[in-house]
């Protein structure tokens, strides 16, 4: 059974610091690309990095780039969000999700799994 | 920056079809996802490829995508699909998602 298990999530002050993790079972963790998708109180949903299968691709939303570091360790099976200089604005669920592609070649992809979700709450 | 349009707010009478739509440039050059999310829950994915359901999503849930539209069928709606719905699509390595549609069941 696919499990992703967030953890990390918290209270903290406005240009503070936060490391997410997510802890992934029953599959090949090394195959997959993985993505961070958050969703503030009462709003939809907003992606917001994506980490390639080895780590050598990594791509952000761009409310986040130069704050926030998307990172994996295969061998410990877990992904990783470093969130720095956060702002009221991050405030959110943050979910984990595994990215299948629509097809073998397509370069598009869709979350067929997710987390639970760790609430991150910036106090200003 | 590439965007996906969806309307704010759906009702449909139970046993009825519920159409949600998600418009965005030449979306049907793409493959468009859906998900499901109901209150206090995570998303779950309710078809993928257009048109493809996951293994354990109804038979009711539909998809299609032409032209700038994708649009999500619940055919024979049931109190239980009332929620909020994301459509979901890939532009040059970035995930875009529509600002999501409440379906309403009365």
């Known amino acids: 059974e696919v499990q992703l298990v967030e953890s990390g999530g918290g209270l903290v002050q406005r240009g503070g610091s936060l490391r997410l993790s997510c802890a992934a079972s029953?599959?090949?963790?090394?195959?997959?690309?993985m993505s961070w998708v958050r969703q503030a109180p009462g709003k939809g949903l907003e992606w917001v990095a994506n980490?390639?299968?080895?780590?050598?691709?990594?791509y952000y939303v761009d409310s986040v780039k130069g704050r926030f570091t998307i990172s994996r360790d295969n061998a410990k099976n877990s992904l990783h969000l470093q969130m720095n200089s956060l702002r009221a604005e991050d405030t959110a669920v943050y979910y984990c999700?595994?990215?299948?592609?629509?097809?073998?070649?397509?370069?598009?992809?869709?979350?067929?799994?997710w987390g639970q979700g760790t609430l991150v709450t910036v106090s200003s | 920056s590439y965007e996906l349009t969806q309307p704010p707010s759906v009702s449909v009478s139970p046993g009825q079809t519920a159409s949600i739509t998600c418009s965005g440039d030449?979306?049907?050059?793409?493959?468009t996802c859906w998900y499901q999310q109901r209150p206090g829950q995570s998303p779950v994915l309710v078809i993928y490829?257009?048109?493809k359901r996951p293994s354990g999503i109804p038979e009711r849930f539909s998809g299609s995508n032409s032209g700038n539209t994708a649009t999500l069928t619940i055919s024979g709606t049931q109190a239980m699909d009332e929620a909020d719905y994301y459509c979901?699509?890939?532009?040059?390595?970035?995930?875009?998602f529509g600002g999501g549609t409440k379906l309403t069941v009365l």
């Open positions: 999700a595994r990215a299948t592609p629509h097809t073998l070649y397509s370069g598009m992809y869709y979350f067929d799994y």
């Open positions: 029953g599959f090949t963790f090394s195959r997959y690309w």
């Open positions: 980490i390639k299968q080895d780590g050598s691709e990594k």
């Open positions: 030449k979306l049907g050059d793409r493959y």
């Open positions: 490829q257009d048109n």
């Open positions: 979901q699509a890939w532009d040059r390595s970035n995930v875009i």
